[in-house]
């Protein structure tokens, strides 16, 4: 088989790694790719977002199996265009990538079929959307409805710093259309998860549990990123409330999806909000997670490709996922000043070191090649990422890894993995 992936950041590495070890698999291409994927596939330069060179590209070299990492061409309809010209593509269509491309729709789909979330309301008016938050007081979250690479919420203590937050989305316009509307929701406590099923929009088939650790410092203090770090398995999601999971909020999603006339096949991130034994919904991603792919991966026994084909054609066959018993745990290293501006070009020093570590991988995320080196190009650089027979192993083999690794102003978490330890200890 020859397959494509689309995208250029850790978790398109990550899913490039595992797909390249499938004995089915001849020829992986991946646009466009980093420098550490091109180790493992031939990098082609055809941006993400640009469908038709895309198309092309897969038309050309007569691709079996298109593989969609990011959000963003998901939400354009990568997986429409494909299908329409005859291609088997992994993903879903424009309409069912709604679940996370308009918060407001997957908000009001939880709504329509009892899916347990927070209570929202949606505004396209700033002074209507300021109104409700003074009545309703702080803390209060407040979201951007469209795509905003993981930082278009709010999670907002005081009255004030949600006004602000409205009108750093709604009238400065930050996040540009993505901003048009908001969606306010009341706060909600507990400890987030994360939690991935592939279906082909009528099978479930789940995937380990995993943690993602959103704030930039330690002890989950400042703004929100993309992801810091995760770990894999994550303790707080128990079997009992594994299968709670699936029937009161996965089962009826995917139904719901189907009855509203948009099938959702691909992989399905629930972000979960877990408290007194219940999880609620806090979002829905319509790809995998970036850094929950490189643990995830890491830890899956069963060759994807089968998984990817059986999504992608609408038959998937399988009933279960076989999985190493060793814990996973991702430590993102990342450019001084992210979430905010950073300075690029950097040379990243200790790369080959880490590589000799035994049960390491470093995922490439933001970098690049520049007169033979590898630089820091992006906010998240690097995932760096630990097997271990315990969750602790898999923490010190991770930081073992960033201790060899450097470049000017690299910054990253010292405590990915303890929620983990403080619920096991």
Request: hydrophobic share 45%; aromatic share 8%.
């Amino acid at each position: 088989m020859k397959i494509l992936v689309v995208g250029g950041g850790g978790r398109e590495h990550a899913l490039v790694w595992k797909i390249a070890q499938s004995p089915l698999v001849a020829k992986v291409w991946c646009a466009p790719g980093n420098p550490g994927i091109a180790q493992l596939a031939e990098c082609v330069d055809i941006a993400a977002d640009d469908l038709g060179g895309l198309l092309a590209f897969a038309l050309e070299q007569d691709v079996d199996l298109t593989v969609v990492g990011p959000e963003a061409p998901l939400t354009l309809g990568i997986v429409d265009r494909f299908r329409a010209a005859g291609l088997t593509i992994f993903g879903p269509t424009q309409a069912a990538a709604r679940l996370e491309g308009s918060k407001g729709f997957s908000k009001d789909l939880m709504a329509k079929y009892g899916i347990p979330t927070a209570a929202y309301r949606r505004f396209a008016d700033r002074d209507e959307a300021v109104a409700y938050i003074r009545n309703q007081g702080a803390p209060i979250v407040v979201k951007a409805d469209g795509l905003a690479a993981g930082k278009g919420v709010v999670v907002a203590t005081s009255v004030e710093q949600a006004v602000a937050a409205v009108d750093e989305i709604m009238v400065a316009g930050v996040f540009g259309a993505a901003g048009a509307e908001v969606v306010i929701e009341e706060f909600m406590d507990g400890e987030e998860a994360s939690f991935f099923v592939f279906t082909d929009g009528k099978n479930i088939l789940p995937l380990a549990s995993a943690q993602d650790h959103k704030r930039i410092f330690d002890g989950d203090q400042g703004p929100n990123t993309g992801g810091m770090g995760a770990y894999s398995p994550a303790p707080v999601v128990t079997p009992e409330l594994h299968r709670k999971i699936i029937e009161s909020i996965v089962r009826p999603t995917i139904d719901g999806m189907a009855r509203e006339g948009c099938p959702y096949a691909g992989i399905l991130y629930v972000g979960l909000m877990i408290a007194k034994g219940k999880a609620r919904v806090v979002e829905y991603n319509a790809r995998f997670g970036d850094p929950e792919a490189q643990p995830l991966l890491m830890r899956l026994k069963s060759d994807i490709v089968p998984v990817l084909l059986g999504c992608a054609r609408g038959e998937m066959r399988q009933s279960e996922l076989e999985w190493h018993d060793k814990a996973a745990v991702c430590v993102v290293m990342a450019s001084g000043g992210y979430p905010g501006s950073y300075e690029k070009g950097f040379a990243i020093s200790g790369l080959e070191e880490a590589a000799k570590i035994e049960d390491l991988f470093v995922f490439h995320a933001g970098t690049a090649a520049k007169d033979g080196q590898i630089v820091n190009s992006g906010g998240r650089v690097l995932g760096v990422t630990g097997l271990g027979r315990s969750v602790a192993e898999a923490i010190a083999k991770a930081y073992e890894g960033t201790a060899l690794i450097s470049w000017p102003g690299a910054q990253y978490r010292r405590d990915i993995g303890q929620k983990a330890l403080n619920r096991n200890g």
